[in-house]
Each structure stands twice: as C-alpha cells, then as structure tokens.
C-alpha cells in the first residue's frame, strides 16, 4: 500500500511539475502574440492552457487527493468564477416567453419588429434569439469557455504543493518578461511613430504599445510583472537583514532587479495609460503602508530613489516629452469631463433597464455603443466602434447584468482581501499583491482582463497568493504529505481526485475543440482575402464560405462574408456567380439577424442587394410588403443612427416614396455626423427650403457644419443668417450638438468673423484661441494673414518670426514672409 501510494504520489507530482511549466511558458509567450486577442493566437493559448489541466487532471486520478490549499477567500473567487459562467451557461437556454419578459423585456423589444414574418424561418436552432435570455448567445458561449478555463487555472495552481516556490519561479519569468516587454515597447514607440506593431502591423489609430493591440491594454499585464519583480527585491532586501545597505551595491541580483524595475516604470509611463501609471502607484503605496515598519522605511525611501533616478533618465535617453504625452491630464483634474469614457459609461447603462436581472448577452456592448448615441459628434466616430465599455464592472452589468455583476464582486472582493491579508508574509506575497491590486484599480477605467494574455498571468498569480497564504510548514506539511491514510479518507479523497480529474480534463478537452472551430474559420477567411488580391473570386467564395460554415454562430465572420462577397459584386463579372453571391448575401444576412438582430450591416445589405424573389425563398415563401426595403434601413437606422451613409439613402429613399419632410430628419442626422453628402443633400432641397427652413429643419444645430453650410449659398442675406447663427451657439455652448473647449469655440469665432469680414474681431478671436493652442501652426498662419489684412506689418513680422522657429522649412510661411516683405517695401 505505501509503495503504490508512493507511486502515485510520483505521478501527482510529476504531473504538477508539467502543468507548472507549461504556466511559465504560457506567461513568457502570451504577450508576444497580440496578447492572444487573435483567433489563432488565442488557441494556441487554450492549447497551452489546457495541456496544463490535462497534466493535473492525469495527476489527479493517479494520485486521489485534491489538496485545497486554499480557505474561505479561495471559494469565494471559485463561487464568483462559477457564478459568471452560470450566467452565460443560462444564456443558452431556451425559455417560456412569461418568464423571458419578466427578466428581460428588452428581448421582446429588440427581436421582433415590422418583418418578423419573413424572418420567422430558423436555420440555426442552437443560436437564434427570441426564446433566450440573450440577444448573441455565441458571444456567452465563447466567455463561458474562457471562464471555465480561468476556473481551471485556479484550482490546478491554487492546488500547487509548493507554492511559495512556484511563486518565485513565476517572478523570476515575470521579471525576465517584463524587462524584454519594456525595453521593446519602448524602442518600437520612440523608434517608429507611425502606429506600427513589429515596425510591420498598422494599429488603426496608432494606439498599441509594445505588441499589445491597445496601449491600455499594455499595463495590465505590465504591472502584473512590476509587481512580481518588486515582490523579488523586497525577499532579496529582507535576506540581507539588518545590515543591507552594506551590502546592497554588492548583490548583483538586487542590481540587476533594480534596472529592470527602472524599465518597466519607464515603459510604463511611456505608453500613456494615465488608468495604467496611477493603478500601480496605488498598488505599491497600498502594500507598502501595510507593510510599513520604522525599521525598514529608510529601505522604502532608498529603493524608492533608487528606482526613480534611472525611471527619470531612461525616459530622458528615450526622448520623452511628460508636456505632450497623456499623463498631463493628470496634473488637470478638469480636463477628464472631456473623457470619451463617461459617454461609453452612459452606453452600457442605458441598455440596463431593458435586461436588468441576466444582462443582454456576451458581447453585446459593441452595438449599444451604436445604438445610444450621445449626440456628440466627436465621440460618435461612424468609423469606428468600442468593443467595451472602458470598464469591467459596467461593461459586466451590461452583458450579464445584476447577477453577473454580483458574481464579479464576488470574485474581486476576495482577491482584494488575500492581497491586503497576504501582503505582510514575505515579499513575493507583497510583490503579487502589487499586482493583483492595480489589476483591479485599473479595471474601473478599463478593460485589460478580456485580454487572454492578462486573465491567465492573473489567475496564476491570484492562485499561487491564495496557496502561500495557506500553506502549512514543517512537520504539518509533512504529515499531509504522508502515504499513511486510513481506508474511508482514501475512498474520500480518490473520490474527490477522480472528479477533479475529470472534470479538468473535460474542460481541457471542450476548449481545445471549441477554440480549434474558430482557429480553422480564421484561416479559411485569410485565405478568402488572398484570393481577392489574386483575382480568384470563386475559390475566394468558396473559402468564406467554409468560414461560415465552421464557426455559423460567429456574428463577426457572417459580416466579412458579406463584405467579400460584396467587393466582389461587379457587373463585368460572370452573372451565374453575380446571383450566387446575391442570394448568399440575402440567405447570410437573415441568418446574421438570427444568431444577433443587434447587428444593423445585415439589414442594410438586404434592402441594397435583396429582391423580393430572394426575401420569399429564403423565408419559405412568405408574402413581403412593399414597402420592405425602406423598413429595412429604417431598422439599420434604429440600431446605428450615427451613420452617415445609412441617414442619406434612407432619406433620399423616403424622398422618392413619401416626400421631403420625411427625408429631412434622416439628411439632418447625416450632416450632425459628416459633411461629406452636404452638396448632394443641399441640391435636393434647393428650391424647396428657403435659408430659415434649412437653418431649423436641415442643418443641425452645430457652428461647425452651419458654417460649411454658409460657404455653399450665394444669397449674401442667407449666408449672414447662418453665420449669425452659427455665432449663437459659439456663444451659448450648451445649445451646440458639438462639445468644443473654450479655445476650440474661440478659433471658430475667429474664423466666422472672418467670413462677416470683421477682422478686427476675428484677430481677437483668433488670440484667445491661441492662448490655449500657442504651437498651433494653422492658427499662426491666418493669424498673420489677419494682420495683414488690418494693416499691422510689424507684429506680422514678429509673427512671421514665431512661426520660422516652429516650422522652418514651411513653404506656406517662407511665402507669407515674402509677401510681408514686398508689401513693406511698396509702403516705404
């Protein structure tokens, strides 16, 4: 009996010694990868992971007992893992309409409207909405499986017999990962300015940081990594004793950990993330005041200088303007109302009351960010969309409502405890508190957690705290380890290990072929877009089609089959494939709406490429109205009402079918959001509307798009009317659709007194305006023009001046000083 348990105990620990390494390997590649947020990367990610549990699951069964190292702390953050996926899991179900209604009403609201009936038909029973809780039971699906997968992570790690050791292991792979992370970010962002990743991958807006795709997305993982290398040199100090400033400048380690710490902070602050910076001071200065002794607060100020001296000068050696970057804002506490982040707040709470109790589903905050508008266009970029909410706890209230937000808190609320408990244990456990604490800080203005990267090194490292703050020492934990056992504890036990067991492997398994789907959908869709470039239309057909038909619940690769088989629709193409693809667009987009009617492309694309013909077959030969497509863009409307594009045709449709005073508040949403189909719009109304119709009717109330619209009238009257208007909200902001800051207002005064030919009170303007922009380059150059033009040559010059020392090599400002010149030699 003892050499068999021996044996197995073998087998336990050499499973254990296997999942943990494949840990550190998971940590130290994860981030290189995008953070994982790719189809592909992410799966080798699970794959990685669920190595992991299958090595602990083999080891559960061979060995019998599960150790729970862990106490009342550590079920909790079980309880609140399990509970979120719970959540998503109801999501699934298919439920009476009595009971949906009472939990979500907005199920009703927004699954049925004027065409229900053609689209009664269902090709996708395991996804459609409408008798679910969700409004995108794919997206719960898909956070299910990553949650299970976390709580996977947490019961083979908090399980972990050695865990102090295993806690030092995984700083000694942060510290090393975190320094590379550092210094690349920090050579890629001062080395490369044009928003490149890997100096080859274009991030839409410039906004990555290292290889992360968001730099906001950088300090999660980041101070996950701080955290853990502080963690190493507060254990070094604390060997040293009494006597560690003898022996400080001769330990190499403690050297060696304070240049990469010195990096990190560097990067850190580089990157931007004002959310990122503060997050880590509040966890370092938490941990440290509950750490904090007479005895060793002279080693806290020292270090503290130690770390900031090289922090000041990487940042100097790199170049780094403090003036220009982010981080200013947080020495102008009035600045952040001008946050786009309360208007995505705003977003995600306005959907609340429609699904209070279970949320609208997983990854439905993406089309509320379309659906509630604030208004503002500089906040409702058409191009672009936010795929959260900027903050776990709300973007969590919206997709999965009170209860998901209770199973959240549950989860933080013990992680926060074991981080301010453990914190005083040794310095490792203070190094992971660190972490774990500006983790959560900085998801109240984030949302770096959805990041698989990020969620796998926390939950490693919640795990690993949660087992040293409860491990036993010494003859206990030999005791435990004894393979003296009595029959029922053994019963027990191998009871409890085969479940364990198990159920980790099944989770293992599931992920690994859920993920694999999505991994061979994503290579079919590559593939579908090099064959557009190679003018191959058919295999590139072909090949979305396979996407589809790997991953049919996926909303996102419905929508870019629909926009492949849309670039190729071209009439000098064969017609056979024109038809193939105009019925695969009308038969996909029904489907689309299926699997989540929240998606406004579909309807959009139906009342464009749809026939009646095609609406009939697809829905079982179910009469359409006539007047189908028009309720088509009005639904896409609905749904994305800050799209240009989709107002114009819809208003220029309802012009030719019920008149003008429809299409106007459809042409008057258009212009809020661009000016791009101003002239298009204004010839159709010429002739119709006089200059107060338009200014009340047409125009909105926004001194930008008033004074574009002022420059395309040639009545003299008209043209004043809508600059004096114009001039109005300048002056009573508050009446203004735009938010504009007091300089912002001041240089579109400036210019509307220059179309009244007031130049005197444009010059005045103008000043004030550049006392909050004074490097504005544009703003100098009407500037002088303005000068000019009141006969003010000297102080013309003395501009002139400023701008050569801004832009030297300006041909706009070498040209105005050639003119000066002249036009100072004929008044001489």
Not at 12 to 36: D, H, K, N
Not at 137 to 160: D, E, H, K, T, Y
Not at 371 to 384: A, F, I, M, R, T
Not at 549 to 556: C, G, N, Q, R, S
Request: proline share 4%.
């Amino acid at each position: 009996m003892k050499a068999s348990s021996f044996e197995d105990r073998s087998v336990a620990l050499a499973c254990q010694r296997v999942s943990e390494w494949i840990f550190y390997g998971c940590v130290a590649i994860a981030p290189w990868a995008f953070g994982c947020v790719g189809a592909t990367p992410e799966f080798l990610l699970t794959a990685g992971v669920s190595m992991a549990l299958l090595a602990y699951g083999v080891g559960s069964l061979a060995d019998g007992p599960v150790r729970w190292n862990g106490r009342l702390p550590s079920i909790l953050v079980m309880l609140g893992l399990l509970g979120l996926a719970a959540v998503a899991a109801i999501h699934q179900w298919i439920l009476p309409a009595g009971l949906i209604q009472v939990l979500a009403p907005g199920v009703s609201e927004w699954t049925q409207w004027d065409l229900q009936e053609v689209l009664s038909v269902s090709w996708l029973p395991r996804w459609d909405v409408g008798q679910r809780l969700s409004l995108y039971p794919a997206g719960s699906f898909q956070v299910m499986f990553r949650v299970l997968l976390l709580v996977g992570i947490f019961v083979v790690v908090q399980n972990f017999r050695s865990p102090r050791a295993c806690l030092h292991r995984l700083s000694l792979v942060a510290a090393i990962t975190g320094t590379m992370l550092a210094l690349f970010g920090l050579a890629q962002h001062f080395g490369s300015h044009d928003g490149l990743t890997y100096w080859t991958y274009d991030m839409e807006g410039g906004l990555g940081f290292g290889p992360f795709v968001n730099r906001n997305h950088y300090p999660f993982f980041l101070n996950l990594c701080l955290g853990l290398t502080i963690g190493l040199l507060v254990e070094r100090l604390s060997v040293m004793g009494r006597h560690w400033y003898r022996l400080l400048l001769t330990d190499p380690t403690v050297g060696w950990l304070l240049v990469a710490i010195s990096f990190m902070f560097a990067s850190l602050i580089a990157c931007g993330s004002r959310g990122g910076v503060l997050s880590i001071v509040a966890g370092v200065s938490i941990v440290m005041l509950l750490r904090l002794r007479a005895s060793n607060a002279s080693r806290g100020v020292m270090m503290t200088g130690l770390v900031a001296v090289p922090t000041v000068l990487v940042l100097i050696w790199v170049g780094f303007d403090f003036r220009e970057s982010r981080l200013n804002m947080l020495a102008e506490a009035d600045r952040y109302a001008e946050d786009g982040r309360f208007h995505l707040w705003a977003s995600a709470l306005q959907s609340v009351p429609d699904f209070p109790w279970l949320g609208s589903g997983g990854e439905t905050y993406r089309y509320w960010d379309n659906v509630y508008q604030s208004g503002d266009p500089e906040w409702n970029n058409w191009k672009l969309r936010s795929l959260r909410a900027d903050n776990e706890f709300l973007d969590v209230l919206c997709e999965y409502g009170v209860f998901g937000l209770l199973a959240l808190i549950l989860l933080i609320g013990p992680a926060l405890w074991l981080s301010v408990t453990q914190c005083r244990r040794d310095g490792l456990s203070a190094g992971a508190a660190m972490g774990i604490i500006a983790v959560v800080a900085h998801s109240g203005v984030d949302f770096g957690l959805r990041v698989p990267a990020t969620a796998v090194l926390a939950m490693v490292v919640l795990g690993l705290l949660s087992g040293v703050g409860t491990q036993s020492g010494g003859a206990r934990q030999r005791l435990r380890e004894s393979p003296q056992r009595s029959k029922s504890s053994f019963s027990r036990k191998t009871v409890w290990g085969g479940i364990a067991g198990v159920g980790m492997i099944l989770i293992a398994i599931g992920a690994i072929q859920f993920r694999s789907r999505y991994f061979y959908s994503d290579r079919s869709k590559v593939a579908a877009f090099d064959a557009l470039i190679l003018e191959r239309p058919e295999a590139a057909f072909e090949l979305a089609s396979a996407a589809v038909a790997l991953t049919p619940e996926d909303i996102d690769i419905r929508l870019e089959f629909a926009m492949i088989c849309e670039f190729m629709l071209d009439p000098s193409r064969d017609s056979s494939l024109q038809s193939k693809l105009r019925a695969a667009m009308v038969r996909n987009s029904l489907e689309a709406l299926q699997v989540c009617p929240l998606a406004w492309q579909p309807y959009a694309w139906l009342a464009k490429y749809g026939r009646a013909t095609d609406l009939q077959t697809a829905s079982g030969n179910v009469p359409v109205p006539e007047n189908w497509r028009t309720l088509c863009l009005l639904r896409a409307r609905q749904l994305h009402p800050s799209e240009p594009e989709l107002a114009y045709i819809t208003g220029e449709r309802l012009l030719n079918e019920i008149g003008l005073d429809a299409a106007l508040p459809h042409w008057r949403d258009s212009l809020t959001y661009s000016r791009h189909r101003m002239d298009d719009i204004l010839e159709k109304v010429e002739g119709q509307l006089d200059a107060e119709q338009m200014k009340t009717r047409l125009i909105p109330d926004d001194p930008v798009v008033i004074f574009a619209a002022s420059s395309k009238l040639d009545n003299e009257e008209d043209k004043r009317l809508f600059l004096d208007h114009a001039l109005e909200l300048l002056e009573f902001p508050e009446r203004s659709k735009r938010e504009l800051t007091f300089g912002e207002r001041e240089d579109w005064r400036s210019k509307v007194f220059e179309a009244l030919d007031q130049p005197e009170k444009a010059l005045r303007a103008l000043d004030r305006s550049l006392n909050e922009f004074p490097e504005n380059i544009g703003m100098r150059l009407r500037r002088v023009k303005l000068l000019m033009k009141v006969g003010k040559l000297d102080q013309a010059t003395s501009e002139v001046r400023i701008l050569l020392t801004l832009s030297p090599d300006n041909g706009q400002v070498k040209a105005l000083q050639k003119q000066l010149s002249e036009r100072k030699a004929r008044e001489l």
